[in-house]
Nanobody, 126 residues
Framework: QVQLVESGGGLVQAGDSLRLSCTAS????????MGWFRQAPGKEREFVAT????????YYADSVKGRFTISRDNAKNTVYLQMNSLKPEDTAVYYC???????????????????WGQGTQVTVSS
């Protein structure tokens, strides 16, 4: 079975950093565009970041640009989200996702992603 497992969430103070990891199994990882999304209580799921097959192209939501960095290590079947200068409004459950195999470039639209992780909670206190 395909599995995406996130880790690295936690409770931190504003200005702190966290690195989320997502390890995939059951698919050809280096032929999957990967993305990070987040969902706060009572809010719609929103795009955070996405990365192409080789990691050469990345795209970010305006709200995280300059603070978050998405990267991947295909040898480890793992995608990362480095989050710096965290703000209380970053508090959410963070999900990683794998896009359909026909996509080779980053994509911000959740409908193109075939598989989703269980999510990891990030809480940022003021």
């Amino acid at each position: 079975q395909v599995q995406l497992v996130e880790s690295g969430g936690g409770l931190v103070q504003a200005g702190d950093s966290l690195r989320l990891s997502c390890t995939a199994s059951g698919l050809t990882f280096d032929r999957r565009v990967m993305g990070w999304f987040r969902q706060a209580p009572g809010k719609e799921r929103e795009f955070v970041a996405t990365i192409s097959w080789s990691g050469g192209s990345t795209y970010y939501a305006d709200s995280v640009k300059g603070r978050f960095t998405i990267s991947r290590d295909n040898a480890k079947n793992t995608v990362y989200l480095q989050m710096n200068s965290l703000k209380p409004e970053d508090t959410a459950v963070y999900y990683c996702a794998a896009a359909g195999a026909t996509y080779s470039r980053g994509n911000k639209f959740p409908n193109v992603y075939d598989y989703w992780g269980q999510g990891t909670q990030v809480t940022v206190s003021s």
